[in-house]
């Protein structure tokens, strides 16, 4: 088996219908397998995709909420590809992306992982689609706000370039490597994972790289990350990855860390906290703005489309004159590449796709049908 995808669901069946639609785009004419793996959703997501998709992947129910890590580590070990590729549900991935990874691969064996050019949800690019490993140096400049180490923003857009910590979103790893280097760490639950296998792998002798296939990543449809519980799932992965690696030295470097990771997520909180106390008392009462709808779809199906937004209520117009918008596009006539080929020209609309046959609107806030 050339290639594995690896895909964890938690209450997003919609944004993995859409991710696998795409997966399965890019892995025409591939020796491939793809697993579903579902953190006990409670959306209905297993008899959704069961129904749909029984013959196309493996679908694997946990009872509980495992976390990302111990749910993706479930699937590798019954996969049998010779990369396995990590892939963010609330994704879609370009049709020749998986293709280009795996010739990259396959054409530089010390490659132990691999990550993909990311846009945003409006088709900006994504900057942590090239990371360089929080070295306690790397972290305090990235706290102090001096962030383009961290994101390595000498290196190309268009070219592949060696980095350092590839992006769970989509992360493609060698399986020799991660035999040598082991699997995600259980200890995270979510977040952090992929920059501690990452440099695991850069310890096992291997090299992590940037490649210019193309995806969009709606970036944390399955989190709430306005929540307390975010705040605490992020900061206390990073606790758990400076204790890991650098506990070893002096206390004279962790203890300053250790305090401005406290620090930053007592802030965060406090932050949190001040914005849902000014909304509760009246004093951030803004002004709704109507999301207007812009569809560049074919006219064929145009009709469907404006029978939905009739339907729903949504605001359309031939042209947006102002922000917000979503510039929707029918992806059953036109490709993932048109879309984001699209989508990093206007760098301004937020990115809907349309699916005429099930009359189903995605987009990066609403599911629409």
């Known amino acids: ?17 859409q991710c696998l639609e795409s997966v399965f785009r890019a892995t025409k004419g591939m020796e491939s397998e793809i697993f579903v793996v579902d953190n006990a959703s409670s959306d209905g997501s297993v008899d959704y995709l069961r129904q749909k998709f029984a013959k196309q992947i493996t679908l694997i129910e946990c009872q ?59 088709g900006t690019l994504a900057r942590e689609s090239r990371r360089a490993i929080p070295t306690p140096w790397v972290s305090l400049l990235k706290m102090l706000g001096f962030s383009k180490r961290y994101y390595m923003s000498h290196l190309s857009w268009d070219q592949p370039a060696c980095i350092e910590a590839v992006s769970g979103a989509f992360f493609m790893v060698r399986r020799e490597a991660m035999d040598a280097v082991g699997m995600l760490d259980k200890d995270y639950f979510m977040y952090g994972e992929d920059i501690d296998l990452s440099y695991r792998i850069l310890k096992g002798g291997y090299e992590n790289w940037y490649v210019p296939a193309r995806i969009v990543h709606y970036k944390g449809e399955s989190t709430i990350r306005s929540s307390y519980r975010y705040v605490h799932v992020f900061y206390d992965a990073m606790l758990i990855f400076f204790r890991k690696h650098y506990n070893h030295l002096s206390f004279l470097v962790t203890v300053p860390i250790k305090m401005a990771i406290y620090f930053r997520a007592f802030i965060a909180l406090i932050f949190m906290l001040t914005d849902k106390m000014r909304t509760s008392l009246g004093f951030d009462r803004k002004r709704h703005v109507d999301m207007v709808y812009v569809y560049r779809g074919p006219k064929a199906t145009k009709k469907k489309f404006i029978k939905l937004a009739n339907r729903k209520g949504l605001t359309m117009a031939s042209e947006a004159q102002s922000l917000p918008y979503c510039e929707v596009y029918d992806v059953e006539s036109a490709s993932f590449n048109h879309v984001i080929t699209e989508a990093e020209k206007s760098q301004k609309a937020l990115i809907g796709t349309f699916y005429p046959s099930k009359n189903l609107l995605i987009t990066p806030n609403d599911i629409i049908k």
């Open 1 to 17: 088996m050339k290639l594995t995808v690896v895909i964890v669901n938690y209450n997003v069946c919609y944004y993995v219908e």
């Open 64 to 122: 509980h909420n495992l976390g990302f890590a111990r749910a993706n580590n479930i699937a590798i070990r019954q996969s049998t590809g010779e990369y396995v590729l990590l892939l963010n549900p609330d994704t879609f991935v370009s049709e020749d992306a998986l293709q280009q990874a795996v010739k990259f691969m396959d054409a530089h064996p010390k490659a132990g992982g691999v990550g993909a050019m990311m846009h945003n949800s409006n």
